[in-house]
């Protein structure tokens, strides 16, 4: 069966028509959808999915064919990815691609769009007709079939590319779960790109993150989720920075990680045996993938297994005690505030809770909140143009000198000269 009748068998006209129906009440868009090889699908398109504009230059040969590979290609893009692909496309208009999988079979996308992120101005017309150059149109009647174009904000179009695939998968009834690894992937890689970008600006010395792997634990042991996979990118940003496509590299990286997750699972308490039948399969799944991004992606996988493994083990009760104190910190960083205070809001005597929260965190109360507010300082001294007196006081200090000496102790510079020399790498790295 090709993957036209398998899309049309599973998402029928009446599905389509009920997706078509709650989209256009939102967004006022057509829906045009296309099969794997790109080729249009009649009976689950709009009948307004091609605008003025769209039938103008596709009128014309060569407006045709760059159409219809500019769709393969936001396809080719959407799937790998396992994202909704947003461009500009030859023609200067938005163009949005929604990926359609079922499992791991490929069957085509759902575009949306043909429209501007901006009223048209006289540049923005220049900019269509330089595009269409060769491609032969009533440059009048262009210009006429640009000002019917909807203009729609981008983050709108973001939340149409969001809300078309949550509906295209729940009204369609595809499975989504590789599509969604994918986009998880993707997104991943990004954030650890971003991480391996700033470590070139800060230009620091190789030294592997023992301190963001403590972090780690940390977060593992309290169940957070969110908090773990950013660490847990940092790190693999830190590792693939200074070993950048050395696979073999990052799998030894990887087994120790590993091996340090596994035994704070069991000091968590986690069942011993349940934990070395986990190993073992863990070390086959690292040595059985060959490609950076599958490694990236996995250990994330098994992230999740450990959190949910230490959360459920003995130890949970402990951990749910100090997650108050924890939330509590992240969310009044930059306020004064004492143990006794902490302490209430855990339901907890201070002793008790330092107690706990030294046990399970390896860290004091004290400790952990100072290392929110140098890393929340660091990111103000980095992002914003405020002076160090205002981000002492903004992160939650209330005298510069202390600040600056606690900002020394941790970070081995002063904030001044942590700024001046973060800006003296930009400089330098700067394209001439």
């Known amino acids: 069966m090709t993957d036209q009748a398998t899309l049309a068998k599973l998402s029928t006209r009446g599905k389509f028509e009920e997706i078509e129906g709650i989209f256009g009440k939102h967004f006022h868009l057509g829906l045009e959808t296309r099969n794997i090889q790109g080729k249009e699908i009649e009976q689950m398109c709009s009948a307004d999915c091609y605008p003025a504009f769209c039938k103008l230059v596709q009128s014309n040969a060569t407006g045709l064919r760059r159409c219809n590979r500019q769709r393969r290609r936001s396809l080719e893009i959407a799937i790998e990815t396992g994202q909704s692909y947003i461009t500009i496309c030859h023609a200067g208009i938005v163009l949005v691609c929604v990926p359609v999988m079922d499992r791991d079979n490929a069957l085509g996308g759902m575009f949306f769009g043909k429209c501007l992120w901006e009223p048209v101005t006289e540049i923005l017309i220049e900019d269509v007709h330089r595009r269409l150059k060769d491609v032969?149109?009533?440059?009048?009647?262009?210009?006429?079939?640009?000002?019917?174009?909807?203009?729609?904000?981008?983050r709108t179009i973001h939340n149409a590319a969001e809300f078309l695939?949550?509906?295209?998968y729940e009204v369609g009834g595809f499975d989504p779960r590789l599509i969604r690894w994918r986009r998880e992937r993707s997104e991943q890689q990004s954030q650890i790109g971003e991480f391996i970008q700033e470590?070139?600006?800060?230009?620091?010395?190789?030294q592997y993150p023992l301190e963001s792997e403590r972090e780690l634990l940390g977060k593992v042991k309290i169940?957070?989720?969110?908090?773990?996979?950013?660490?847990?990118?940092?790190?693999?940003?830190?590792?693939?920075?200074?070993?950048?496509?050395?696979?073999?590299?990052l799998k030894a990286r990887l087994l120790e990680l590993l091996s340090i997750l596994s035994r704070a699972a069991v000091?968590?308490?986690?069942?011993?045996?349940v934990m070395l039948e986990k190993n073992l399969a863990y070390v086959n799944k690292v040595m059985q993938i060959n490609n950076q991004e599958d490694l990236c992606a996995w250990i994330s996988t098994a992230l999740n297994e450990f959190i949910e493994l230490v959360?459920?083990?003995?130890d949970a009760k402990k951990m749910t005690q100090?997650?108050?104190?924890?939330?509590?910190?992240?969310?009044?960083?930059?306020?004064?505030?004492?143990?006794a205070e902490?302490?209430?809001?855990?339901?907890?005597?201070?002793?008790r809770l330092a107690h706990i929260f030294k046990e399970q965190m390896g860290i004091t109360i004290i400790d952990y909140l100072t290392s929110v507010r140098i890393e929340q300082a660091k990111q103000l001294l980095l992002a914003t143009d405020q002076n160090c007196t205002e981000i002492c006081f903004q992160v939650g200090y209330n005298n510069q000198s202390y600040f600056t000496r606690t900002f020394k102790g941790l970070v081995g510079v002063t904030p001044r000269q942590f700024r001046t020399n973060n800006q003296r790498k930009d400089k330098i790295s700067a394209p001439l």
């Open 223 to 249: 169940g957070d989720r969110t908090g773990a996979k950013e660490i847990l990118n940092s790190i693999l940003g830190t590792v693939l920075f200074h070993n950048i496509g050395d696979l073999g590299i």
């Open 267 to 273: 000091e968590g308490g986690v069942n011993i045996d």
């Open 311 to 314: 959360y459920s083990s003995q």
């Open 322 to 339: 100090i997650r108050p104190a924890i939330n509590y910190i992240d969310a009044n960083y930059d306020k004064p505030m004492t143990l």
């Open 136 to 154: 032969r149109t009533d440059k009048v009647k262009l210009a006429a079939a640009m000002r019917e174009l909807p203009v729609m904000p981008g």
């Open 199 to 206: 470590r070139k600006k800060l230009g620091t010395e190789w």
């Open 165 to 168: 695939f949550d509906l295209l």
């Open 342 to 351: 902490i302490a209430r809001v855990s339901h907890l005597s201070v002793s």
